[in-house]
Nanobody
Framework: QVQLVESGGGLVQAGGSLRLSCAASGLTGSTGTVGWFRQGTGKEREFVAAIAWSGGNKHYSYDDAVKGRFTISRDNAKNTVYLQMNSLKPEDTAVYSC????????????????????WGQGTQVTVSS
């Protein structure tokens, strides 16, 4: 059973940075996908970024809204996926959740939350102007 625990959210001023962590116990196979999604108040959940791996190969995908500002990475030894968020904007304010799938999803499927089997509880990110 995979369990995901996010941490690292908080309040930051516009232009600042935060690093979110997603500790993924039970996700120890040679293939997998972890995605970050966010949901602002009164908004639908949206894809942020994903990392998919198969053996030593990794693939990264980002939503256009965060490309160049956010970086997703994975520490294999710690079984943790990070989302480094730089140049934060007020519109980045949302609850951020990580999600996992036990195999490598193709890119188009990484963007869709319903393709993930496991979800964390979410962490709030608030960016003040």
């Amino acid at each position: 059973q995979v369990q995901l625990v996010e941490s690292g959210g908080g309040l930051v001023q516009a232009g600042g940075s935060l690093r979110l962590s997603c500790a993924a116990s039970g996700l120890t196979g040679s293939t997998g996908t972890v995605g970050w999604f966010r949901q602002g108040t009164g908004k639908e959940r949206e894809f942020v970024a994903a990392i998919a791996w198969s053996g030593g190969n990794k693939h990264y995908s980002y939503d256009d809204a965060v490309k160049g500002r956010f970086t997703i990475s994975r520490d294999n030894a710690k079984n943790t996926v990070y989302l480094q968020m730089n140049s934060l904007k007020p519109e980045d304010t949302a609850v951020y959740s990580c999600a996992a799938h036990n195999s490598r999803l193709i890119v188009s499927r990484q963007w869709v939350g319903e393709n993930y089997d496991y979800w964390g509880q979410g962490t709030q990110v608030t960016v003040s102007s």
